[in-house]
């Protein structure tokens, strides 16, 4: 049984040969409403305008595993370090339509979660699909906080913040958003994420050094890397992703 089979199989998702060698080239048809229509993986205001498309084509489509693969992994570092889930306050960076969410309350048993995206169907999808999943949900740019977002997060007193596919390709969180991110967070908080590692794309070697300066210079002291599955491609390939986690100085 697999852990994704609560997402229910609404559309037939066919996707084509990629255009090229970028994650952000992969499209697929789907029908909807006996039409079908073409969608890029990375469309996201299109795809979570549809009832569980998004998770549909990803999940069951091209097997991704990050969500559940990243709870594994923190469960185990957490254990490991007695930290105790119900004194945990997450706030989930590019949180989609609420795969990663499930497993933080579901499978991490954290009890108060906060979801942040900058895409408004976003938000729409995690409230359609997943009523109730998060306390409160922000549509908000991270590279540029309005001050009633930016009180909002602030006041949290957020002692975890985490992300999962939300990095790299020119459409994900940039690293000014990592920033923005890693500076809501409390001292003695978890930082959580992944990145994909020796990859051309300008935006993951940016991610990588910022990564590197953080633990180099003490502010984030590493606890856990390793790479784990994160999904198959549209070409057949498997892409991996390192999932870090680390304690704020």
Known sequence: MSAYDYIPKLYNVRFEAPEGGKQSEEFFLADIDGKPTRFNIHDYKSLYAVPWLYDIALYHTLSCETPTEMSAAIKGVWEQNGVDPSQLRFLELGAGSGVFGHEIKNTLKVPHLVGLDIEPNAKLAAERDRPGLYEDYLVADLTALEPSSRAVLEGGKFNVVGMASATGWGNHIP??????????????????????????????????????????????????????????????????????LGIKA
Request: net charge negative; proline share 4%.
């Open 175 to 244: 690293v000014a958003g990592f920033e923005q991110g890693f500076a809501l967070l409390e001292s003695g908080g978890w930082f959580i994420f992944h990145v994909k590692p020796q990859d051309p794309d300008p935006e993951c070697i940016a991610l990588n050094d910022w990564v590197n300066e953080k633990i180099s210079s003490g502010a984030l002291l590493e606890k856990y890397r390793a790479s784990h599955f994160h999904r198959e491609s549209s070409g057949g390939g498997k892409i991996y992703y390192d999932v870090v």
